[in-house]
């Protein structure tokens, strides 16, 4: 495993075994402990793959190609299957200025897609600069990924932009080491239960039981998904983790029920591929809203599929040290764990880069930049935020202090007034979530808050 080093904002432990807020979870059957078998550790399949294609000057076969080349790219190939695309290089400082496209060829089609756009401008995706993912200096830089479903073949190419310069041949040097990701999140059969595609649940092993283990007080280890409480249910649980309806003042606190949640065991997350250990802040003051910009062309029930492919992406070509968000939502509303460490802690992720601490990241697995958001996915939102700020006692409604980590829109240390539920782009100068999501906040803010019964 890649080296950690602790920072001021971030602890870690190996189990994590101990929430900030001990929930009895009324919903839960009693937890067994993990056990390993005598004859040792199971040993967990790796799903998926990870080709990693240097860029080349586009009509030339050389490779890599030489910093600052003009258009870099690599011209169509039949490669080994793969789903999901994206390009990474070597500074993750440098931004890449300038269009991404690829085209694919199915698996088992004789034409090719059209070119398709990849979100280039990804950095805001990201940890900050004290954060643990960086210790290791295993972060380079990369493109939002985009998924293409099943493919064998590929053509890509990257074009600088022209800067606004009266020499009309002067283009914007791409940044050193451009190679382009394909990634095969791996083909797995549903659990037994399941309803939609989250994986298949393999034989725990000790990384896969300890990130079971940080939900055992809402669901029992090694179960796909942790199941909804009635708004009763869930308030009870959080007074008796207060101590006790005298602890509020006989209070009923302001939360929302607790929603489904499909843990990374229910998508088929491969615990072998992140950091042993998880990393937490003091607590939860906001929620920050994303898109993946991974495309809309998916089924729901291959959204496992889809964050096994973004995971592999984050982990193995971003160099992050798990999963970026904290949670994905999908277009027919089902939410999913993300970052491990447990879904009601103050898990540290790299979603908002300059104000990953104390906040939560949900992602919206699809691109609303021009496409409006499913109402389902709306209304996700809404109930995780309901449930997740409220356990720590924030308002949807409210705004909150937080201070910045670095970046573009507010220097580090500076403390910045935001909404309790931000869009990425409040804390950083993106497109993200995309236009058509963020108009939905208000809406989403006014949601959350009736869930808590505010």
């Known amino acids: 495993m ?49 080709q990693s294609l240097p860029l080349v000057p586009l009509g030339s076969d050389r490779s890599p190609a030489p910093a600052g080349a003009s258009e870099q790219g690599l011209n169509q190939r039949d490669v080994r299957p793969f789903s999901l695309v994206g390009v990474v290089w070597n500074d993750p400082g440098a931004d890449l200025r300038g269009t991404v496209q690829v085209r694919t060829r199915a698996t088992g089609a004789a034409t090719w897609s059209g070119w398709q756009q990849v979100e280039a401008h990804n950095g805001e995706h990201a940890p900050d600069a004290d954060d643990p993912d960086r210790a290791a200096g295993t972060v380079r830089g990369s493109t939002a990924p985009l998924w293409v479903g099943a493919s064998d073949g590929v053509e890509v ?83 008796a983790a207060r101590g006790g309806s005298e602890a509020v003042n006989k209070a009923r606190p302001h939360i929302g029920p607790r929603p489904r949640i499909i843990t990374r065991r229910g998508w088929g997350a491969n615990e072998k591929l992140r950091e042993r250990n998880f990393a937490y802040t ?121 201070k910045s980590g670095g970046g573009n829109l507010y220097k580090k240390g500076r403390n910045v007034r935001l909404h309790v539920i931000a869009g990425h782009r409040d804390g950083f100068a993106t497109a993200c979530p995309g236009s058509r999501l963020y108009k939905k906040l208000g809406k989403a803010r006014t949601s959350s808050a009736r869930f808590q019964g505010r």
């Open 282 to 402: 003091k607590t939860v003051k906001a929620a920050f809203l994303h898109h993946s910009a991974s495309g809309n062309n998916y089924r729901c029930s291959q959204a496992g599929s889809v964050l096994r492919g973004i995971y592999r992406y984050h982990v193995k070509s971003s160099g992050w040290r798990d999963f970026g968000y904290n949670f994905a939502v999908d277009k027919c509303g089902n939410i999913y764990e993300g970052r491990a460490g447990g879904v009601a802690k103050p898990v540290l992720a790299a979603h908002t880069r300059g104000f990953n601490a104390n906040t939560t990241g949900i992602a919206v697995i699809g691109s609303y930049s021009t496409t409006t958001p499913p109402k389902k996915a709306l209304n996700a939102i809404a109930r995780l935020t309901a449930w997740k700020l409220g356990l720590y006692g924030a308002n949807p409604r409210g705004t909150t202090y937080l």
């Open 157 to 239: 190419r990257v074009k600088p932009e022209r800067p606004a310069t009266a020499d009309r041949s002067a283009v914007t040097s791409l940044p050193e080491g451009l190679r382009l990701e394909l990634v095969d999140p791996g083909d797995e059969a549903p659990p037994k239960g399941a309803q939609i595609d989250v994986g298949r649940a393999p034989a725990l092993t000790a990384e896969s039981a300890a990130a079971s283990a940080v939900n055992a007080e809402l669901a029992p280890i090694g179960a796909a998904v942790i199941p909804e409480l009635t708004k009763r249910q869930t308030e009870n649980d959080l007074i």
């Open 2 to 50: 890649r080296g950690f080093l602790a920072s001021s904002i971030g602890v870690t432990c190996a189990a994590a075994l101990a929430l900030p807020l001990t929930l009895p979870s009324s919903g839960a059957r009693a937890a067994a402990p993990y056990v390993p078998s005598a004859a040792g550790p199971a040993t967990e399949a790796v799903p998926g793959s990870t």
